[in-house]
């Protein structure tokens, strides 16, 4: 089967960006033809400030320049991941010109929210959800904290919603979670059109013996992340080491921080390890803690954690209660809360049978759902029904 991956690139690559990378490699290792067409937010510099306005909601440069390597190629489905800005949704018609079906990712929540996170202020934030012009988002500046782009993107937003872009040109969309997918049904998105599949964990690290006797904080130590609530919930529990790997913006103020309150002995700031840093120590730890407090979409961290028997304590909001399962494949607390934190991690950290058995779930729960062929599976299942419903038209 053949392919085309439509992408907008960030200008410092992150999540999104990798997971496409991934994906390339998963069909290419299964035999697919995979051709690219790329963009990059890095050329905006160069750019004028009204067109590149004007291209974020139709670029004719990219709806072009598509249709030209779509005949060229004549891929059977189009894989469109970010589109925001410069590719902007042209490309649906582009490819709904030439004959080609349309397979949505959904990263983020940019269909529904102007910064793309649900989050204002640092508090999870829908007042934009559902609603057809996202006026509070302009209000508030959602936008990079500016009222004049958040107008660009809303106009982006409502132009394709009077045209029935999303409904009439994508063949189907996919998102992470379960609760994704209720989120883009009350943002008006189709119900029948929506389909759940994880992001791609590309390798199965194997499982880790777990007797290091600490836990483990993975990601970028921002405050939507919990960093703030994981320390404050550190300072009473002096028996229990923290490594936290990653680092921010705010990393000099965490070691103030830390120094602080006389916490060397028992938290480790590691700053950025490897990937295979990463997992050795996912390996070793008997406990990894997930305190955000914002709407995550699928933090691959988590799978990875799984895949290594390490079971997870996580915040209580969003998808994080679904991957998350209580009792499984590890707990829950209560988010922005240090004391429920500090309550949930000393509860488990003494009964020694409860993580024995959260660790085996943690395991199975990959086996089930995460192993990178079912991940393939599941794309294909999500491919083949797109075919299968264009043929049923055109018969």
Not at 1 to 8: D, G, Q, S, T
Not at 26 to 34: D, P
Not at 35 to 64: H, P
Not at 204 to 212: F, Q, S
Request: glycine residues 6%; neutral net charge; charged residues 25%.
């Amino acid at each position: 089967m053949k392919f085309v991956i439509v992408h907008n690139e960030y200008i410092k690559p992150g999540g999104e960006d990798s997971v496409v990378r991934e994906e390339q490699k998963m069909l290419q290792r299964h035999g697919h033809e995979v051709t690219t067409f790329v963009d990059s937010n890095r050329r905006i510099g160069a750019m004028n400030r009204i067109k590149l306005a004007m291209r974020t909601i139709w670029s004719a440069e990219s709806y072009r320049t598509l249709r030209a390597l779509l005949r060229a190629h004549r891929p059977d489905v189009a894989l469109v991941e970010n589109t925001f800005p410069l590719l902007s949704p042209s490309v649906y018609y582009a490819c709904r010109a030439e004959g080609v079906p349309v397979i949505q990712r959904l990263h983020n929540y940019r269909f529904l929210c102007l910064n793309a996170r649900l989050l204002r202020n640092e508090e999870v934030c829908e007042l934009c959800v559902g609603r057809f012009v996202p006026l509070p988002g302009i209000r508030y500046g959602c936008y990079h904290d500016s009222r004049a782009q958040s107008v660009v993107v809303a106009s982006m937003l409502t132009f394709h919603r009077v045209k029935r872009t999303y409904q009439r040109l994508v063949d189907a969309y996919i998102v992470l979670t379960e609760f994704a997918r209720r989120k883009f049904i009350e943002g008006g998105l189709p119900a029948e059109r929506i389909h759940v599949k994880p992001n791609i964990l590309s390798e199965d690290p194997g499982v880790g013996a777990g007797d290091g006797s600490f836990a483990l904080f993975v990601g970028r130590t921002v405050v939507i992340k919990g960093i703030w609530t994981l320390l404050e919930a550190w300072k009473e529990l002096p028996d229990i080491e923290l490594r936290i790997v990653g680092d921010s913006a705010i990393t000099d103020e965490l070691k103030a921080f830390v120094s602080e309150h006389a916490l060397e002995d028992r938290v480790r700031l590691l700053g950025w390890k490897s990937h295979a840093e990463v997992l050795a120590l996912m390996k070793e730890a008997r406990l990894m803690i997930f305190p955000s407090f914002w709407y995550e979409g699928f933090p691959v961290t988590i799978a990875e954690a799984f895949a290594c028997g390490l079971p997870v304590a996580a915040s209580d909001i969003g998808a994080l209660s679904e991957v998350v399962e209580e009792g499984v494949n590890g707990i829950h607390f209560t988010a922005k809360d240090p004391a429920s934190l500090r309550q949930a991690v000393e509860q488990l950290w003494r009964d020694e049978d409860r993580l024995h058995s959260l660790r085996q779930g943690a395991r199975s729960t990959f086996e089930a759902r995460y192993r990178p062929e079912m991940n393939y599976r599941y794309l294909m299942d999500i491919v083949q029904s797109v075919l299968d419903a264009r043929s049923n038209v055109t018969r």
